[in-house]
Structure formats: structure tokens, C-alpha cells
């Protein structure tokens, strides 16, 4: 931050990571997965991860690097392993391995692995004897406990065995570069004519190159909405395979298409259905060569699947949506003001909407109207629902206490009868006290559900306040944030939606 003031860095399962000072969000980062975990590294650098077994960093809004495991990551810190003066981001995995990463860069600089998944990572003077170390558990009980790196290692904490992975990994790329060269020779041997008769070179025309196009596709019986990615050359040429890497849209973040021998074409199309509204880059893999190739050329190129892309102008006029959001702006200080009205029922559309549009225009406040008459009363349903747990949940309440009171008098006069060798009447109470433990387990059960019931409908809720904000831009939004919980706090229903409609509470 630019300021003295610390910001509250809040990770939610909807895949935002948000950043409030005080009660107010100055900033929203998307993601592609639920966040997990959160940790502070230094300035402005965090480091966060994902439950899909993404870890990275960020520098306020710009994130430095990120990798993707197959394995969980169980519990991120920061601590400076190799003490060079800055703190690196050690995670902790589900199969046990334990990496430190650069802040800077993502690159492994140390790891060790345990023989069961990691429970914890920390960092505390264990031995007492005033030197902090990084701390590390698994879910077996194995502690092990790490010091910064001598003068001797300051910087340098791979061992010989990482070195000799390096060696054959960069070996390994040798002889991947050493065959590579090899076809480009026996391609060019053709080329020049010194091969005429084998035709499975891979020789291609020389105005190859890849095409792509998206458009919108409405569902069917057999498929879902989706946007169509075609991708195709502008000749003879075929297709053989193409891999399409995508954060948030596939599953593994890559998608592998190879049509079989006899439906190979110059054009393949790819359904993709992004899981939001948000931009993404499609880094595409083809390789494209003749029908009777055996080697091929890997063409790369990297397209941008568009923020809203799955909406497309339709000539049809179906009915006009109930929710509205209305709004003017003034592009230029000597025009007029311009109003705009935007027409759908979904909320995060128009919340989308309006902060692309602000965004474009560079606008810093906004003021909206707006209305939602489904979503309104789904949330009025919800708030008498919250009252209702609330009564249920008093009522129960009082109840456990009740028994409690019954449970202490019972037990004196079961221990009571024992103590007056009145075998019959000991008996008596503690089937009676083992029938009021059974009705209380129940009546725990019952209360239990009926406590995650209210945090379900308190939590939509609290949606529908963020989503209120989100169709406004600066104070305005803000504003509206603050007014929602106050009319919530003083259980002022009707002023609540009067300031989600007007974005204030007077009438």
C-alpha cells in the first residue's frame, strides 16, 4: 500500500481474493478456483493458493508468477530460508513435499519431503535458544524444524541431487533440440529436392499459418450454450492434434483435441463454456502438416476468449427482463448527459456490466437505480427466513439450559439413592439421565442444522449487499455498502431495499 493504513486481504469461495480498508473494498482479483490460503510476505507481496493446487504471488494487483500442482497445497508462509534479506513462500503439500519458492520468480530454491501430507508450516524459536526457524508437521505427528541458511549456503540451498535433476533435465532438452535439428534437415533435404520420394517430411506450403474465430452457440438436446473456438489453415493442409492451455476453463487448465485417421481435416472446433465472465487468454498448440505426414510443424498462437463472450445480438424478441438498471453519464463536459438502462434479471450480469462500462469510461463514481423484483423477493423470503432460525435457534437455546438445570438435579439424587444403598431409585434416575442424554444429542442435532441453515441464508445475504455495491462505482458503492448493514443492524427491512434500488434510504 501507498499509505500508513494496512489493508485486510479476505479470500472467498466465490474465487475472489478481495482487499478492504476497513469496511470498504478498494480492490477485487479474480481467480479461477476457491481461495484457500492467504499469507503476507512483504510490502505489498502476498502469496495466496487455490484448491486446485495453485500457488503464486502478487504485488498488489499484478501477480508476479503462479504454478499448478496436481497435489493440494495444505498450508503457505513466508520465511527467509536462504537468508538473502527477503522472504521466500514455503508450501506445504498433500503428498508431503515441502518447497521454497522466490518471491520473484516461482523458482524452487529448496525442498524436503515428508512421508505423510503436511498438516502445518510455521515459524517460532522451538529450540529455545533465541534463533527462529521455519517449523513444518504432517498429519503422522513428524515435526521438523529448519534454520536459515549459513553465510557459507546464503543463497544457495539445493542440494547435489537438485543439481544432478537439473544436469539431466537440461540433458534431456538437449537431445529434444538434437532431434528437432535432425528434422529440420531431413525437411530441408526434401525441400531442395535431394528426396523427392518420401512424402511424410511434414513439408508444408509456405502461407500456412493458423486461424481462429469464436462464435456464440445456443443450446441444444445434446450440448449446452457454449462459444465455439474454430481453428483452421488456409490450405490443403490438416490438423493432426491441437492442445489449448486455458486458466479456469478446463479441467487440469489444458484441453486435448486429436481427431481420429479418418476425420482429420484443416479445421477444428472446440466448445468452450467459461465458468464466468471474465477475459482469458488461449494459448493453442496445433500441429498442421499434409495428409500423409508423419512429422509435423507446431504452430503456436495465443487468442483471447473476451470478457463477455457468451452473449451475442440477437434479432428475436423475447420477453423484456423484470430487472433494471438505470444510470447517466456525461462522456464529455460539454455534452448533455447520456441515461442508459440496462435490462436483465441476473444480478452479477449487471454488476459485471456496470463495472466494465465504468471501467471503459474511466468513471471513478456511479450512481445507479435499480430494480430486481425476482431476486428482491428471494432475498425477502430469505430474511424472514434469518428471523426464523433466529427464534428456533433462542428457543433451543433455552431448552439445552433447561435440561442442564434437570440434568444436576437428576445426578444429586441418583448419587443421592447410591449413597442410601436405594438401589431401586439409582437405577431409576439413570434411566432417566440416559434417555434426557439421548433427547439432548437430538435436540444438538436439530440445533446444529438449524445453525448452518441461518450462516446459509446469513451469508446470502450478505451476497446480496456485495452484489447491491457492485452496481455502483467508488463512493457511491461504498455508500450503499454501509447503508445495507446499518438497515440490516437496525432490522429495517423496507430501508434496505430502498437503498438497493436507490442507493439511498429515503424515499
Known amino acids: 500500500p501507498n499509505n500508513l493504513f494496512r489493508e485486510l486481504l479476505v479470500g472467498s469461495e466465490d474465487f475472489d481474493i478481495r482487499v478492504f480498508k476497513e469496511d470498504q473494498i478498494v480492490s477485487e482479483l479474480n481467480e479461477n478456483e476457491t481461495v484457500t490460503s492467504l499469507c503476507h510476505m512483504h510490502g505489498s507481496r502476498f502469496g495466496y493458493a487455490l484448491a486446485n493446487g495453485t500457488v503464486g504471488v502478487y504485488d498488489r494487483t499484478a501477480r508476479y508468477w503462479r504454478i499448478k500442482s496436481k497435489n493440494h497445497a495444505m498450508s503457505i508462509h513466508a520465511f527467509d530460508l536462504n537468508a538473502d534479506g527477503v522472504v521466500e513462500l514455503i508450501t506445504g503439500w498433500s503428498n508431503g513435499k515441502i518447497d521454497a519458492r522466490s518471491d520473484r520468480t516461482g523458482e524452487v530454491i529448496f525442498k524436503d519431503n515428508f512421508s505423510s501430507s503436511v498438516a502445518g ?13 521455519l517449523i513444518c508437521t504432517s498429519i503422522e505427528g513428524e515435526v521438523r524444524g529448519y534454520l536459515p541458511a549459513s553465510k557459507a549456503l546464503k543463497g544457495n540451498l539445493m542440494d547435489s541431487n537438485a543439481e544432478q535433476d537439473r544436469i539431466r533435465e537440461l540433458s534431456q532438452r538437449r537431445q529434444n533440440l538434437l532431434l528437432e535439428l535432425r528434422n529440420y534437415e531431413e525437411n530441408a533435404k526434401v525441400f531442395m529436392g535431394v528426396s523427392q520420394t518420401n512424402s511424410g517430411m511434414g513439408v508444408i506450403p509456405a502461407n500456412t499459418q493458423l486461424q481462429t474465430t469464436l462464435s456464440v452457440r445456443a443450446a441444444t438436446e445434446a450440448q449446452k450454450a457454449h462459444v465455439e473456438l474454430s481453428i483452421s489453415t488456409p490450405n490443403e493442409t490438416i490438423i493432426r492434434a491441437v492442445l489449448i492451455f486455458a486458466e479456469g476453463i478446463f479441467e487440469g487448465e489444458s484441453h486435448v483435441v486429436h481427431p481420429s485417421v479418418q476425420n482429420l481435416s484443416g479445421c477444428v472446433r472446440v466448445p468452450i463454456i467459461p465458468p464466468k465472465d471474465i477475459p482469458v ?106 428471523d426464523e432460525f433466529h427464534s428456533v435457534h433462542q428457543k433451543l437455546t433455552a431448552d439445552m439450559a433447561d435440561h442442564s438445570n434437570y440434568i444436576r438435579n437428576m445426578l444429586v439424587q441418583a448419587e443421592d439413592a447410591r449413597l442410601m444403598a436405594d438401589m431401586k431409585t439409582m437405577k431409576k434416575r439413570y434411566r432417566e439421565l440416559f434417555d434426557l442424554n439421548r433427547d439432548l444429542i437430538n435436540e444438538y442435532t436439530i440445533r446444529s442444522n438449524n445453525h448452518n441453515a441461518l450462516l446459509a441464508r446469513l451469508k446470502s445475504v450478505n451476497q446480496a449487499i456485495q452484489r447491491a455495491g457492485r452496481l455502483r462505482v467508488g463512493k457511491p458503492k461504498n455508500q450503499v455498502i454501509a447503508a445495507c448493514r446499518d438497515a440490516i443492524k437496525s432490522n429495517n427491512i423496507n430501508a434496505l431495499f430502498r437503498i438497493m434500488r436507490a442507493g439511498t434510504a429515503s424515499s
Open 281 to 386: 487468454d488461449l494459448h493453442i498448440k496445433a500441429f498442421v502438416g499434409g495428409r500423409t505426414s508423419t512429422q509435423f510443424h507446431v504452430f503456436e498462437i495465443t487468442r483471447q476468449l473476451p470478457r463477455f463472450s457468451m452473449y451475442e445480438v440477437t434479432e428475436d424478441s423475447p420477453a423484456a427482463p423484470a430487472g433494471t438498471v438505470s444510470f447517466s453519464i456525461n462522456e464529455r463536459p460539454q455534452r448533455k448527459m447520456t441515461k442508459i438502462t440496462l435490462t436483465t434479471d441476473d444480478i452479477d450480469l449487471a454488476g459485471d456490466l456496470v463495472q466494465s462500462l465504468a471501467s471503459f469510461l474511466a468513471m471513478e463514481d456511479l450512481s445507479v437505480e435499480a430494480d430486481f423484483p425476482s431476486y428482491f423477493e428471494e432475498l425477502r423470503t430469505t430474511l424472514t427466513e434469518v
Open 121 to 133: 508450516v510455521v515459524e517460532g524459536d522451538y529450540r529455545l535458544d533465541g534463533q527462529v526457524q
